[in-house]
């Protein structure tokens, strides 16, 4: 039988939130729709709701209410969940899948390692693989190891405001075709979530589409706020839908968000912005940032891009985060 999402199984991704330890994070990485790793899509969905935030014994353990996790559950082990699902329900002889190609993730892993050096060390880590070919292992192993995950030290989450996995943007899979059977009618999730839609009714009879953007608002918002992260770090799009998300989540309106100080050597004038939202436990900084790609309209080169991607560090992301302010 062809494998399909279904309303129930959608309902509980809605309360997904991401990976890495949000009771202790320091920083939130926030982005739009996350990836599939190579793998299908019902092997990403039945992991995440089989297996993502429970133990060994099938109990929820990263949740904020073990006794009703649609409050809010994430991942924090380094497990390959997804590989799981495929042995245990089909037998196959899957190996564990872990990324550590492409820029983001890396880029990602270098401001972390540069947060946990003394300041006289930033640098180091912005260097490119050509100019220094022997940060490729440090960075690697972080990746695999440290990021996203529960570790001593910085702690740093993912989270993506869409709550299906699709592996790439372009591309509506098959296995979500309840959500949206007629393609000649606009899709209603993402006319919903793209950019959230809170005032127009979105209904079908697969769901309220207009109401899982306010739940899912809500538990996003439920995460960011009562987790001690100090910083949200948003790659991409710095005036795209991840900040209209932001501005609706914490009533926030254009003029909150500065632009950074930061020179971005680029063929285009590449927009990054600073807000921040004073809650009743912290200062919680939004940091909207291009995302780390050279050419293309981005930045000129790779060391440019470094380059960049130093400047903030030092100059916004170390203050708030540099070796000697985590824990406090």
């Known amino acids: ?14 309360s997904f939130i991401g990976y890495g330890n949000f009771p202790e994070a320091n920083m939130i990485v926030f982005g739009i729709e996350e990836g599939t790793g190579g793998y299908g899509i019902e092997e990403n969905v039945e992991a995440r709701i089989r297996y993502y935030g429970k133990n060994k014994e099938g109990k929820y353990v990263d949740c904020f209410n073990e006794n009703d996790p649609s409050e809010g559950f994430w991942e924090s082990s380094k497990e390959d969940k997804i590989a799981r699902y495929l042995r245990e329900q089909y037998g ?6 872990f990324y550590t190609k492409g820029t983001f993730l890396s880029t990602v892993a270098r401001i972390c390692l540069a947060l946990e050096s003394d ?5 180091s880590w912005f260097r490119t693989y050509h100019e220094c070919p022997s940060l490729k292992e440090p960075i ?10 529960k570790r001593d030290g910085l702690q740093t989450c993912l989270s993506d405001w869409r709550p299906l996995p699709r592996p790439s943007t372009q591309v509506w899979p098959i296995e979500y075709t309840e959500i949206w059977p007629d393609n000649s009618k606009e899709n209603p999730y993402l006319q919903a979530f793209s950019p959230p839609n809170m005032e127009q009714e979105i209904k079908t009879s697969f769901s309220h589409f207009t109401a ?8 996003l918002k439920r995460a960011f706020v009562h987790s001690p992260a100090k910083v949200i770090l948003s790659l991409g799009g710095a005036n ?15 003029h909150d968000f500065h632009p950074l100080d930061v020179r971005a050597d680029s063929t285009n004038n590449l927009s990054s912005y600073h807000a921040i939202v004073p809650l009743e436990n912290k200062k919680l ?12 309209g981005l930045f000129r080169n790779g060391e440019a891009m470094m380059h960049y991607y130093q400047q903030v560090t ?12 985590i824990g406090r």
């Open 140 to 149: 690697k192993r972080y990746i695999l190891d440290e990021l996203f995950t």
């Open 92 to 97: 196959k002889e899957v190996e564990d899948k």
């Open 285 to 296: 900084h939004l940091f909207l940032l291009p995302f780390p790609m050279a050419g293309k």
């Open 212 to 219: 899982d953007v306010h739940r899912r608002m809500s538990v």
């Open 1 to 14: 039988m062809e494998w399909k999402l279904t309303c129930e199984k959608y309902q509980q991704l809605l």
């Open 119 to 123: 300041w006289e060390r930033i640098g």
């Open 314 to 325: 030092e100059r916004y992301l170390y203050p708030i985060l540099g070796r000697t302010q």
């Open 240 to 254: 795209g839908e991840k900040k209209k998300v932001l501005k609706r989540m914490f009533q926030l309106q254009d």
